[in-house]
Every structure is written in C-alpha cells, then in structure tokens.
C-alpha cells in the first residue's frame, strides 16, 4: 500500500511539472453554472425553555483552623 501511495505521489509531481513547463496543457472550453434554486416559504421553531434559577451570595463565618508546630530536627 505504500509502494502503490509512493508511486502515485510521484505521478502526481511528474504530471504537475509537466503542466507547469507547459507540456501538458489543460485548456477550458466551457464556463461553469451553478444550478438554480428556489426557496419559499418555510417558519423558524418556536422553544418554550424553563431553566433553572441560582442565587449566589455570601456568608461571613468563623472558621476554627489547627495551630501547626514547626520544630527544627536535631542534627
């Protein structure tokens, strides 16, 4: 599979040099359209959303916190 992708990239940049030394030449004979298309009519949904409702505040509070001892370690 990879010989064959190796082989195939390498075609590839024969063809493009190719093209870009003006061997090959690729010239267009008709211009493109796109196609036409009508639209009518038509209506956007209509949701009827119920969300949910968060109060957010703040409560001063006295928190106890450990004393922590620190000693050095004989050395």
């Known amino acids: 599979m990879r010989g064959f992708l190796a082989l195939l990239g390498v075609v590839v940049l024969i063809i493009a ?3 870009i030394f003006q061997v090959i030449g690729i010239p ?3 211009q ?3 196609p036409q298309v009508k639209i009518e009519g038509g209506q956007v949904p209509k949701f009827d959303v119920e969300v ?3 109060d957010v505040g703040t409560v001063n509070r006295t928190v106890a916190v ?3 001892n620190v000693e050095k370690a004989p050395q």
Request: aromatic share 0%.
């Open 52 to 54: 949910g409702k968060v």
């Open 17 to 19: 040099g190719l093209m």
């Open 32 to 34: 493109g359209a796109l």
């Open 28 to 30: 267009q004979t008709q």
């Open 66 to 68: 450990p004393t922590v």
